[in-house]
Structures are given as C-alpha cells and as structure tokens.
C-alpha cells in the first residue's frame, strides 16, 4: 500500500525538518488514518508539488507531526486530457469527477447542455460546482496524486466550442460517429478534449456547432453507456493509447 497523501497549502517547517499537519487534513490523520510514529505519507499541494514524510508523532486529536524530505514537483503530462462532462442527473456528476480523478484526467468542465434535465443557475449552481471541486481533490486523494484535476466553471455550448477550436484533438461521442475511438490518430502532444453528451444526447445544432469548430463525433464501442460512465471508460481507453498508462 502507497503512503495516504494529505492536502496542504505550504511545505514550511520549523528549520528541524519538522511539519505540522493539523486543521481537518490533520484531524483525518491522527483521528481517522489512526497513523503512527515511523508510517509514510506524502504532503502535496494539489497542483504538483509534493514530498514524502515519515510520521514522528502526534499533539492532540488534530496534529500530525511530520519528517518532511525534499520537496519536488511533478511535470505536467501530455497530451493533457480535458473532459467536457454534460450535467447529469442527482449526485451522477460526482460518481463521474471521482473516476475520472481516478483515471488520470486533467480537466473537468461541466456543460450545461441542451438536453440536459439538470440545469445549474444561481445559488444551487454554485453549490453543485463546489461538489464537483471538492470530489476531485478528494477523489486525487484517494487514488495517490499529487496533481489534481481542474473543475472550471460549468461552460456554454459556444465556450466548450472555443475549448474544441484549440486542441490538437477534439472528439464528441457520438451514435452518427463513423470511426471508433480506439482507432483514432492522437497527437503526442497539445491538449485532447473530449466531449461526454447528457442521457438525451447531443443536439444536432450543438453536434454542428462542435463539428465546425473542429472536433469529429466518434463512437466508443457497440454498447451505449450512461454520460456518469462514458467519460472515464473513453478517457482510460485515450490514456492508454497515448502511453500516459506505461
């Protein structure tokens, strides 16, 4: 089992190696994780930085103190992979974030589609992103990253067209996709984006509008999966074919 990893917003320690993780991260640590003197862990920042530290104690219920090796930082990967999710219905959007965490995608950007029964407006909108946000860092918790995936804020139909005008690849999936994605040409570089249509599907005008932007519709296999699922699936089959899995 790899070391748990834990969020912090700094890596200072108090000029004998020594780290103080206390607040909720902490709490989680001592309380929860129950961890002891001598265990690893890894501290990281979300955004790549990281180091690894051996547990040398605990102060209280909430304060872990922590051995703090050398901090280093993770490069980015590439082809950068951004996956335009339309809104689900309930908590489905959060199943999607956290596997698509899971996988290895790099960002996440909700779209309120036109078929979408789920719409995000005013109070309630800013409540679901916030969801979403928070079920991408623990979900990069969870599966040991250090570099965890970005939520944007929730797009139009003409911003996701922008996002498909500048990747290198740009794909929708879709039923009147004549190629298959698992035999697509992908570039080594650059972004690749990927669009994941609601249960209704994508509507023509918006098809059209992609289309003209540059992406092309392909299909992900014979079965037809839900939208909660049909990002990760396409996004795990994408990692692999770009080498980002070896």
């Not at 790549?48 to 102060?59: I, S």
């Not at 050398?70 to 959007?93: H, I, M, W």
């Not at 079965?223 to 049909?230: E, F, G, N, P, Q």
Request: net charge negative.
């Amino acid at each position: 089992m790899t070391a748990p990893v834990f969020v912090v917003d700094h890596f200072d320690t108090d000029g004998t190696g020594r780290y103080v993780l206390d607040g909720p991260e902490g709490r989680h640590a001592v309380a929860v994780k129950r961890l002891r003197a001598g265990e690893g862990v890894v501290l990281t920042d979300g955004a790549g930085r990281w180091a690894e530290g051996e547990v040398d104690g605990t102060e209280g219920k909430e304060r872990l103190i922590v051995r703090l090796g050398r901090v280093t930082e993770e490069p980015e990967e590439f082809p950068r992979l951004t996956v335009v999710q339309a809104l689900p219905k309930g908590d489905r959007g959060e199943v999607a974030v956290e596997t698509m965490t899971e996988v290895g995608v790099d960002v996440v950007v909700p779209w309120a589609a036109a078929r979408c029964i789920t719409q995000w407006k005013g109070e309630r909108g800013a409540k679901s992103l916030a969801k979403w946000r928070a079920t991408a860092r623990e979900a990069g918790k969870q599966s040991r990253r250090v570099r965890f995936p970005r939520v944007a804020d929730a797009a139009t139909g003409k911003q996701v067209a922008s996002l498909l005008a500048e990747a290198e690849f740009a794909a929708v999936l879709h039923e009147s996709g004549t190629e298959f994605l698992a035999t697509a040409e992908l570039p080594a570089s650059g972004d690749i984006v990927l669009v994941v249509g609601p249960e209704g599907g994508v509507s023509p005008e918006e098809l059209a509008l992609f289309e003209e932007a540059g992406a092309r519709a392909y299909r992900l296999g014979r079965s037809v999966l839900r939208t909660s699922t049909a990002g990760t699936a396409a996004a795990a089959l994408l990692l692999g074919r770009t080498g980002r899995w070896s």
